[in-house]
């Protein structure tokens, strides 16, 4: 026995001793670090993804929102409740850009930019609402300015803040602009059917020449842009297709068709110019 208990004493010994040496071997130590980073920037990249995903049900729910302009007497009351909700987006992309800073933008684009186009159409589609325009990507940034006091800490984290207050800024690339802004045709073609159904002549025909300043600016870019951007033109043609379709039945069967059954025929219509839509 004792001698069994020396062997296993003395192979104790030599594995202790061969684990010390491997841990102080100057490549060990240089992966453990490299270990810390790469878990550092997973957390971080999954953090991005929750907000961003949070960005995405805000915006998709201030959307449905600004739909109801077309059915109520007051829009006014509709818009204020939408720049509350969009306030609310607002500050979670704050925090991002708190995540971000310090960090390389684009490393973690990807995990936030589903969030970021989004918000672009809830924002483009209720600045189109008020003023009948596109709003541009300077002035979606302009928004995203934060202001931070001195000593507080907006993840809660305990760390201290540098004195005195600091600006923190998050830039819209112009590849989420115009994926948000192409995402924005599908809601105006939708607002249009909308107008119709509740006997609103006009608006169609404002769509449709709004919608085709937007096509023309996407022809512009052409297979020069990025290629998601090439993907989404097929969609925009497709909206562009449906209000102008729209707006010719108004001009030349307007007068046969009573106002509540417009919105019937045009969403028959739109299903048999599109059979395709909705299915994966």
Known sequence: MNKRDGEGSSRKNADAAREQSISSSPVVAAFKVFQQELDTKH?????????????????????????????????????????????????????????????????????????????????????????????????????????????????????????????LTFHVTPSDYLLGVADLTGELMRMCISSVGNGDIDTPFQLSQFLRQIHDGFSYIGNTGPYEVSKKLHTLRQSLGKVEDACYTLRVRGSEIPKHMLADVFCSRTALLDPDEGVA
């Open 43 to 167: 957390d971080k990249y999954e953090r991005l993804v929750k907000i961003s995903r949070d960005i995405t049900i805000e915006s998709k729910r201030t959307i449905f929102l600004l739909h109801r302009v077309t059915n109520v007497p007051n829009t006014e009351d509709v818009l204020k409740e939408a720049d509350l909700k969009l306030e609310g987006v607002r500050q979670k992309i704050g925090q991002i850009a708190e995540e971000l800073r310090g960090e390389d933008f684009y490393q973690f684009h990807r995990a936030f930019t589903p969030g970021i186009q989004e918000y672009v159409e809830a924002v483009s589609f209720s600045h189109y609402i008020r003023h009948r325009s596109l709003i541009s990507l300077e002035e979606i940034n302009a928004r995203l300015v934060y202001m931070r006091a001195e000593g507080v800490d907006p993840k809660g984290s305990g760390e201290g803040v540098a004195p005195g207050a600091q600006v």
